[in-house]
């Protein structure tokens, strides 16, 4: 069964640092991957979707790369904001499962 | 085009209770999935519906339950209902995939249970 982990679990910095966050998995059978944040309370909100084939995608100040050969797949914030703080999520669908990390949860500090 | 859209928002139950949780997906979106998010288990997979037939099922018990109407709109229901059952219950819906492509999943605000 696919396993998704996220590390690290919490993460503060100030504001204007670049950061990376984690996410692996077990199984390199994937069809995607998916980056979503999650505000308190809310529900989840796409970010960068990355397909099996590419090995990147950007939008803007994220920057989200997939090796699937090592099940790896990070997502660059630059010059972080207060309000890029949340909870951020990846996901990868296999077939037409999703199987979703627990998160990382940012707070950028003015 | 209008997000997925979940209602109730927000419900208290009392256990024994039996609960029903609906969905409307994204116009066009004929793919509806259902999932269970907790602090301790993260977000939980319960099933997916695609054109009226369930096509995936998670490890929840069979309390849990959903159907897909013709409009593709979606409803789950909790019977019986137990204290650990409280958490946030969020849809997701997605257009049917591109060849050689999945497409993105949008998620609704959630509807969030909590049982007494």
């Known amino acids: 069964k696919q396993e998704v982990t996220q590390i690290p679990a919490a993460l503060s910095v100030p504001e204007g640092e670049n950061l990376v966050l984690n996410c692996s998995f077990t199984?390199?059978?994937?069809?995607?991957l998916q980056w979503f944040r999650q505000d308190p309370g809310k529900g989840l909100t796409s970010l960068l979707l990355?397909?099996?084939?590419?090995r990147e995608q950007t939008s803007g100040r994220l920057n989200a790369s997939l090796d699937k050969s090592s099940g790896r797949s990070t997502l660059y914030i630059a010059a972080s904001q207060p309000g890029d703080s949340a909870t951020y999520l990846c996901?990868?669908?296999?077939?037409?499962?999703?199987?979703f990390g627990t998160g990382t949860s940012l707070t950028v500090i003015p | 085009k209008a997000g997925v859209t979940q209602t109730p928002r927000y419900l208290i139950k009392t256990r024994g209770q039996q609960v029903t949780l609906s969905c409307s997906p994204i116009?066009?979106?004929?793919?509806v999935s259902w999932y269970q998010q907790t602090p301790g288990q993260g977000l939980q997979f319960l099933f997916e519906?695609?054109?009226?037939?369930?096509?995936n099922k998670g490890n929840f018990p069979g309390r849990f339950s959903g159907r897909q109407f013709s409009n593709s709109r979606s409803e789950m229901n909790v019977s019986t209902l137990e204290l650990g059952d409280s958490a946030l219950y969020l849809c997701?819906?997605?257009?049917?995939?591109?060849?050689?492509?999945?497409?993105?999943?949008?998620f609704g605000e959630g509807s969030w249970l909590t049982v007494v």
């Open positions: 997701a819906s997605r257009e049917p995939d591109s060849p050689f492509s999945g497409n993105t999943i949008y």
């Open positions: 199984d390199s059978a994937i069809y995607n």
């Open positions: 990355i397909q099996s084939s590419q």
């Open positions: 996901a990868v669908r296999e077939g037409n499962q999703f199987y």
């Open positions: 116009s066009g979106h004929r793919s």
């Open positions: 519906y695609f054109s009226e037939t369930q096509r």
